[in-house]
C-alpha cells in the first residue's frame, strides 16, 4: 500500500508521497500552475461542460465562458458550520462534501498518474476548526465523507501545525522545544512540541499544548475589503424608506460584501429586487449600481485577487494602491503598510492570545521556547513576523517552504504509520478510519 499525505487548504492544498523507502516527495497535483506542487483550492462548475474543474483550469474556464459558470473558493470554512446542509448549482443540489470531493477526485487522479496501488491517505485539519466539541466531530466526519467519495478507503487524520513541526524536525541535529505556527488563509494554528527526541514511539507526549483560532488570510482580506473598498458599494450611504425616512446602507448587504464567496448569496431575486429599489431612493446611486454590478458580472473573485495582490505587495513595499476596474466599478484606492496594520490590529490580538494560551497550556514560558516554526501563506506578513519576534526574538523564527511545509509532514506522518520513519517523527494520529469497499452488485 503507497502512502501520502494531503493539505487540504483554505486558499491552497499540496500532496506528499512517502515512497517505500521512507523518502517524502512533494507530488504535482496542478501542472497548469506555475508551481505544480500547489493546487489553488478552488472549484469551477462551467454551465458549457456541466462539470466541475478545479485548481488553475478553474480560473482559466471561467475567465474563458465570460465568467457565466459558478466559481467556488474557502469551501473549506463551511466545514464546522451545521446551517450549510447544500447548495443549488446549476440543476442540481451539492451537499458540502460532494464539493469537497471534487477537489479530492482530482488528487486521487494525479496519485493515480503515480501508483495502481492502493493508497492510504493522511488528511491534515486544523487545531480547532470551532470551539464547539459537536461541530469539530461535523467538520472531521465532513472531510471523512468527502475522501470516502472521491475512493478513499483508508484515511488519517493529523493536526496541520503538528504536521508542519514534523517537516522542520527533519532538519534538526539535536532537540529543541519548538512553537509550530501555521498561518493559513483561514486559520492559525500552534502545536508546542518537543523535536528530535523520541520518548515514545507514537510521539503523545511530544505534544505539549496545541489550539487555534479561525483568524486567517481570508480575514485580512475582509478587513480591507470593509474597511476601505466597502465605500464603494455603498457602506456609509444613506436610503430613503418608503416612510420617508432617511436610513443607512442596509448592513444585511455590506456584510455578505466584505467576503467574496459570500458575494453569490446577493444573487437571489429577492435581493436583485431589493437593490433596483434602492438605486433609486439611495443618496449615491452609483454606489448601488457598482453592487449590482459586483453581484451581475461575478466579479468578486476577481476584485479579492486585486487585494490579495494588495496585501502580499505590502509584505516587501510600504505602501500600495488597489486598482480595479470593470462597468459600473472605478476602484483606485492607496494603502499603506501603517493603515493595513492598524486595519488587522484587533486580529493579530486575537492571533497572539491564542499563541499565548497555548505556551500557557504547555506549562512553558516564552523563554522555554527554542525556535518558533513559521509557515502558511499569512506568515510572510511582516506585522505576525514582528509579533513573534518580539515575543520569542527574531534569532528563533525559522521557517521553510511557507506553501508546501505542512504536506511535507503529513507525508512524514504516512511514512511512520507504514512504519519507517522517513526524514522525520510522525505526529500523533488523530483518528483512523478504515472504509470497507462495498460489492459492486451491493445497494
Known sequence: MERFGLD????????????????????????????????RSLLYYSPDTRGFVVGQRAIDEYLGEDMQGTLMQSIKTFLADDSFEQTWVYDRFYTLEDLIAVLFRHVRAAINALTPDDVSLVIGRPAVFVDRPEKERLAQERLRKAAELAGFF?????????AAGLAYESTLSSPEVALIADLGGGTSDFTVMRLGTRATDDRRDAILGTGGVYVGGDTFDARIMQHKLARYFGAGTTYRSMEGQQLPFPTRLLAQVHRWHHVPFLRSPQTREQLRRLRWTCSQPSAVAALEALVEGNYAFF????????????????????????????????????????LIAADLATIERCMSGVL??????????ESVFLTGGSAQIPALQRLFAAEFGAHKLKAQDYLTSVAVGLGLTAARKAGGRGRGHS??????????RRPSNSP
Not at 13 to 29: F, K, P
Not at 154 to 162: G, L, M, N, S
Not at 360 to 369: K, Y
Open 8 to 39: 487540504f487548504g483554505t486558499t491552497n492544498s499540496s500532496l506528499s508521497w512517502a515512497r517505500g523507502d521512507g523518502e517524502v516527495t512533494l507530488c504535482s497535483v496542478d501542472l497548469a500552475a506555475v508551481n505544480p506542487h500547489v493546487l
Open 154 to 162: 483508508e484515511v488519517d487524520f493529523a493536526y496541520e501545525p503538528t
Open 303 to 342: 476584485l479579492f485577487q486585486e487585494i490579495e495582490r494588495a496585501k502580499s505587495q505590502l509584505s516587501a513595499d510600504e505602501s500600495t494602491l488597489i486598482q480595479f476596474t470593470q462597468p459600473e466599478i472605478a476602484i483606485s484606492e492607496p494603502l499603506t503598510r501603517v493603515e493595513f496594520e492598524q
Open 360 to 369: 500557557a497550556a504547555a506549562g512553558l514560558r516564552s523563554a522555554d521556547v
Open 427 to 436: 505526529p500523533m494520529i488523530l483518528t483512523s478510519t478504515r472504509l470497507v
